[in-house]
Structures are given as structure tokens and as C-alpha cells.
């Protein structure tokens, strides 16, 4: 499954009880968001953008990689793809991606009873 491309934020669902679960609440934004994914192999490269602020992450697939969360801390995990659905745990949150009908589908899922599914949806530009 070949992921690069740029996207366009087309929908989402649950972003604000999602940035509130993780303490971003000051992240709120209806400005228009850009994912670009630039993939070489296992090696990738995801960035997204909205006006003034963009937050990027370059990891290969089957390692453990040094990442960055929205707020800039660092931390390692590994990357899988596995079925066409790249996994990475957050410290405060599991991100799955995955290419559906030519669409970047992206989810946030938090932890525990009272977890929160973000569900962010993307058109190729």
C-alpha cells in the first residue's frame, strides 16, 4: 500500500473531546488541515499543517523510531504495518492509519473506560 500524497481534511469526529482527553484544548482549530506522506520503501515521512503550525514525524516500519507528539515531546515506539494499517502507540493515545477508496483515514483512540475515538478523514490533492 503506497501512502504518499497530500490530503485534505474532508471530515472528523470526536476532535474536540479527543483534544480534551489529551490536554490540548488551546489545539482547537477549524483551519484547513494538510497530511503529507512521503514514503520510500518502509521509510516515511508524515507531516500535517494548518496555517502557521505543522507538526512532522519520520519513521521506518519495523523499527523503533523516535517520534514527536503534537505538543513536541519526544518519545520511542515501534511502527507495524500490517494489512494496510500503519499502528504507532502514542503516550497518549494508538494512531492507526490506513488508505480507504483513495482516502487517508486516520484514527486517535485513548485509553480506558471513557476513551475517546478521533476518526479524521482525508481527500487526496
Known sequence: MDFSGKYELESQENYEAFLEAIGLLSAKTDEKVITEVVQDGNNFTWTQSIPNW?????????QECEL????????KAPVTL????????FPQYHFTAQITDDKLVMNCVTPGEKGVTF???????
Open 68 to 75: 514527536v507528539t503534537m505538543t513536541g515531546a519526544k518519545f
Open 119 to 125: 476518526k479524521r478523514l482525508n481527500k487526496r490533492i
Open 82 to 89: 500490517e494489512g494496510g494499517i500503519i499502528s504507532i502507540q
Open 54 to 62: 505543522s507538526w512532522s514525524n519520520t519513521f521506518t516500519v519495523g
